[in-house]
C-alpha cells in the first residue's frame, strides 16, 4: 500500500513537471534563443533586436539571434511567420501590410507573427509591453522594469487595430519615428522609411492653390479662379466648371504621384478659406448636387478617374471641410476618393454623440458614411489660440474615436500643436491617443493614472490633482470649441489660483531632479499663461509672467498657432 502511495505521488509529480510554465529568463539566465523567419522582413529583424535588447534590459540575460536555417533542440522565441509557424499554430500566412499580430505559446515555444511590413514588430512590442511591463512613454521617457524571472504560461494573443491610418500630430513628441514604431502610430506628414518598417502619410492639404497658383496664373487667365460678388479674386478658390483648371489639376497631380511614390493617398483640395466660386455653372453645379461639396466631388472624381488609369494602388483625398462639410445628394465618391471630414466647428467638452453643439456634425457624418467608399477623419484636440491654455478633453478623446470607428473611419489624424513642442499636456495626450486609435475601448482614466504617475515622478499626485481640477471646469452647458480664450467663461481666477499654488508645490518635490522639474515646468506653463493673460499687473507683480516668458523662451515655444514668442510679447499689456 505504502509502495503504491509513493508511486502516486511520483507520478502526480512527473505530471506537474511536465505541464509546469517554462521560465523564459530566471537568475539572468535563459535557454532560449530568438529565430527569426526565412526572409525576414527589415522591421522582424529590428524587432527581433529590440527584444534582444530589452530582454538583456528585464533580466540579464542574452539571448542569441540565430538564423532562420538552425536547427536546435533549446526553447525558442520564433519572430515572423514561416512555415514553422504555420506547422506549430495553423495560422494562415497574414497579407504583408497587416498589422494585426498573434503571440502564442505552443509546448515550450513562443511564435511572434503578423504582417511582415509591421504587424510582427508590433506583436514584439506589444509582448513586451503586455508581459514584462516595457513602456515607451514619450521620446524622453521608456520605462523598463527588472525581473530576476518569467515563465512563460499557456496563451494566444491576437490584437488588430481599429483603424488603418493613424495619426497623433504632436510636435517633437509623436513625430519621433521610432516612439511611433513603439506606439504603432503608422502616420506622420511625410512618408519615412526606416527600419521600423516606415511611415506612411497622406499627401498635404488644401493644394487647389498649389495646384494652379494665382501668382502664375491670376494675371493671364483670372477665369480660372472664384467669381466672387461680380469679380475674379485670386485669394479664393478656383473656378472648378472651368476645364482648364481640372486639366492642369490633373497633370500636376499626377506629376506630384510620380515624384513622391510612397504616400498611400494625395490630396486634390480647396484652399483654406470659404471664398468658393458664385459664377453661373459653379451656382448650378452646386444646386444640382444640394451642396458644395457635390461640386468639389464632381471634378475631384474626374481627377480619381485620370490617377486610378495610371496609378490603380493609389488614391484622391478631398476634403468634407466648412463650406464642404455637408455630404451632397445625387453624387457619390469614387472607389478610389478618401473623403477628409473635418470636426473643426465642433464642441470638444463633450463627445460628439452627447452634446447638442455637434448635432449638424454627426447629421454629416452619418451621410458620409452612407456614401463614402473611404472616409478619413481629420480631427482637433488642442486649442489653437492658446497652446500653453487648460484644455480639458480627456473625457472625449475615447468616445469620439469609437464614434468615428462606429461609422467606417479607415482613419483619424488628430491634430495639435503642429509647429511646436511644449503644448498643454503633449506627452500624456499624444501616448493616450496613439493607444486608443489602436483600441479606443481603453480606460482613459487608467491610462492617465499610469502616465502621470511614471512621466511626473514624486510629483504625479500634484499633477493628478491639477488635472482633476481642469477636468471639474467643465460642465454639461460648457460649448469648448478650438479657439478658446483667456478670457471665456470656461476659466476662473479662483482656478488660475489653485493650479498655481498646487503646480508650484509639485515643482518643489522635484527641483532636484532637472528631467522631472522641466516636466512639471510645462505643466505650469497653464497657470503661468492664464494668470499672465487675465491678470496682467498681478502677474507682473508676482513675478508669473517673467517666469512664464522665460519658459517659453528658453524652449522655443510657441504660443499660439499664428504668433511666434516675440509676435505674442508685442501683444502683451
Not at 504621384?257 to 471664398?275: F, K
Not at 455653372?281 to 457635390?294: L, V
Not at 498646487?502 to 499663461?529: F, G, S
Request: hydrophobic share 40%.
Amino acid at each position: 500500500m505504502k509502495t503504491k502511495f509513493l508511486a502516486l505521488i511520483l507520478l502526480l509529480l512527473t505530471a506537474s513537471a511536465a505541464v509546469a510554465s517554462p521560465s523564459l529568463f530566471s537568475r539572468g539566465r535563459s535557454a532560449y534563443s530568438i529565430i527569426l523567419a526565412h526572409g525576414a522582413s527589415t522591421s522582424e529583424q529590428t524587432a527581433a533586436r529590440e527584444l534582444q535588447s530589452y530582454l538583456r534590459q528585464v533580466s540579464g540575460a542574452q539571448l542569441p539571434i540565430i538564423t532562420a536555417a538552425a536547427t536546435t533542440t533549446q526553447p525558442c522565441i520564433y519572430i515572423g511567420y514561416d512555415q514553422r509557424v504555420k506547422a506549430a499554430t495553423g495560422a494562415a500566412e497574414p497579407a504583408h501590410d497587416d498589422e494585426a499580430f498573434t503571440y502564442e505559446t505552443v509546448a515550450d515555444n513562443l511564435y511572434i507573427y503578423g504582417g511582415r511590413d509591421r504587424g510582427t514588430m508590433y506583436g514584439v512590442f506589444a509582448f513586451l509591453e503586455n508581459e514584462l511591463g516595457v513602456r515607451w512613454y514619450a521620446p524622453d521617457c521608456t520605462v523598463v522594469p527588472a525581473r530576476k524571472s518569467y515563465k512563460l504560461k499557456s496563451m494566444r494573443v491576437h490584437e488588430a487595430p481599429a483603424l488603418r491610418y493613424r495619426y497623433a500630430q504632436y510636435k517633437q513628441v509623436a513625430d519621433d519615428p521610432v516612439w511611433c514604431a513603439h506606439n504603432k502610430n503608422n502616420t506622420l506628414w511625410s512618408t519615412q522609411k526606416n527600419a521600423y518598417g516606415g511611415i506612411g502619410a497622406y499627401w498635404s492639404a488644401h493644394t487647389c492653390g498649389r495646384f494652379v497658383p494665382p501668382d502664375e496664373f491670376f494675371a493671364s487667365h483670372p477665369e480660372y479662379f472664384a467669381l466672387r460678388d461680380g469679380k475674379r479674386i485670386p485669394n479664393g478658390q478656383l473656378c472648378l466648371t472651368n476645364p482648364d483648371v481640372l486639366r492642369i489639376c490633373k497633370e500636376r497631380l499626377l506629376k506630384v504621384i510620380a515624384e513622391n511614390p510612397d504616400y498611400w493617398v494625395y490630396s486634390l483640395s480647396q484652399n483654406d478659406n470659404q471664398l468658393y466660386c458664385q459664377c453661373e455653372r459653379c451656382t448650378a453645379m452646386a444646386e444640382r448636387y444640394q451642396s458644395q461639396s457635390g461640386l468639389m466631388l464632381w471634378f475631384v472624381n474626374q481627377a480619381a478617374a485620370i490617377v486610378g488609369a495610371v496609378y490603380p494602388d493609389k488614391y484622391v483625398g478631398t476634403f468634407a471641410y466648412r463650406y464642404t462639410r455637408k455630404a451632397p445628394v445625387g453624387i457619390r465618391p469614387a472607389d478610389n476618393v478618401v473623403i477628409r471630414l473635418c470636426s473643426i466647428e465642433c464642441c470638444f467638452a463633450h463627445a460628439l454623440d452627447e452634446c447638442e453643439a455637434n448635432a449638424p456634425f454627426m447629421t454629416d457624418l452619418r451621410a458620409w458614411q452612407a456614401i463614402a467608399p473611404k472616409l478619413y477623419i481629420w480631427d482637433y484636440v488642442v486649442d489653437f489660440a492658446q497652446y500653453h491654455a487648460p484644455f480639458p478633453n480627456l473625457q472625449v478623446l475615447a468616445r469620439n474615436i469609437q464614434i468615428f470607428r462606429n461609422h467606417n473611419a479607415i482613419g483619424i489624424q488628430e491634430e495639435a500643436q503642429f509647429q511646436t513642442a511644449g503644448g498643454e499636456f503633449a506627452e500624456l495626450k499624444a501616448w493616450l491617443l496613439t493607444r486608443l486609435l489602436w483600441n479606443p475601448q481603453q480606460d482613459v482614466e487608467v491610462l492617465t493614472r499610469e502616465f502621470v504617475r511614471a512621466y511626473y515622478g514624486a510629483a504625479a499626485t500634484d499633477v493628478l490633482t491639477y488635472i482633476s481640477l481642469c477636468r471639474k471646469l467643465v460642465t454639461p452647458q460648457t460649448v469648448m470649441g478650438i479657439y478658446v480664450r483667456h478670457n471665456s467663461e470656461l476659466y476662473t481666477d479662483q482656478f488660475t489660483t489653485s493650479a498655481l499654488q498646487l503646480l508650484n508645490r509639485a515643482r518643489t518635490k522635484v527641483a532636484a531632479d532637472q528631467q522631472l522639474a522641466a516636466r512639471v515646468d510645462r505643466v505650469r506653463l497653464q497657470p503661468l499663461y492664464l494668470h499672465t493673460m487675465r491678470s496682467p499687473k498681478a502677474a507682473a507683480a508676482d513675478g508669473s509672467k517673467a517666469e512664464y516668458l522665460r519658459l517659453v523662451r528658453q524652449n522655443g515655444y510657441r504660443v499660439n498657432e499664428w504668433q511666434t514668442i516675440d509676435e505674442f510679447v508685442k501683444t502683451l499689456k
